[in-house]
């Protein structure tokens, strides 16, 4: 069950989106998940906030990540 949760989450879809596909801009992803561009960009830096430890986080122009590709594929197959 908290699996379910987890994949209906915005952050999960987010995440998900910007492993998975590939957005020009942050309006084309902010479309795909039906949230306005201001909620996307607050999104992204709550999301940042909490995986800068990581040693990635998500960029916005374009909308892609950055950081250590060892440390999000390692998050991903863990957490997606």
């Known amino acids: 069950i908290y699996q379910l949760i987890l994949n209906q ?3 999960y879809q987010l995440l998900e ?3 998975f596909s590939k957005y020009d801009s942050m309006e084309a992803c902010s479309e ?3 949230i306005s561009t201001s ?5 992204i830096k709550r999301i940042n906030q909490r995986i800068v430890h990581l040693g990635f986080k998500i960029d916005t122009a374009p909308l892609d990540l ?3 590709e060892v440390n999000w594929q390692h998050f991903s197959i863990q957490k997606l």
Not at 39 to 43: E, H
């Open 9 to 11: 989450s915005i952050e």
């Open 17 to 19: 989106a910007v492993f």
């Open 32 to 34: 795909a998940l039906f």
């Open 39 to 43: 909620s996307l960009k607050r999104l």
């Open 66 to 68: 950055i950081g250590d």
